[in-house]
């Protein structure tokens, strides 16, 4: 009879990932793929482009896996290749390259907005819909709790070019709720 090795507990899909052993890959590549696809799709808008990242992200943590030392969590060690891996793409394909916009502050005008309950999809969709460096930046910040510093050093711009970003995406996202509950009164009388 064929004995299928326990994968249940962190220390043992580790170990088994470590001897090279590939239904020990497998079964972290299923534990984890869902979570770590998400991840890409919210830097990469397209699926293809964030499904290739995902493999490749695997691929990193495979071959640096042995640099892991059992300090903090696993899940959020191989978060940050993760992460490291979406940014390198976008830096590499010019298609996708982030625009960071350095123009002049201007006064965005106050919009007031109602409390709304959007749903978890509409504002996956309105974060979605922001430029690549303003969604970068805010997935970034927002999603992931970077710091600014930390994020300026990711990107490779100023700290003030990340915080000026964050805020552009706020504003974006705050005239896009604005517009979207303007757009619900008028059908809703």
Known sequence: MFSRTDYSTEDKLIKGCLKGDRSAQRALYE????KFLAICIRYLKDREHAEDVMIESFMKIFEKLAQYESRGSFEGWMKRIVVTQALMTLRSNRH????VHVEEDHEYEHFHY?????EADELRELIESLPVGYRTVFNLYAIEGYAHQEIAELLGISESTSKSQLNRARNTLKE?????????????G
């Open 176 to 188: 896009k709720i604005a517009s979207q509950q303007l757009k619900e009164r008028r059908i809703n």
């Open 96 to 99: 996708l390259m982030m625009e």
């Open 114 to 118: 109602e409390s709304t309950t959007l």
């Open 31 to 34: 534990r984890y793929s869902g």
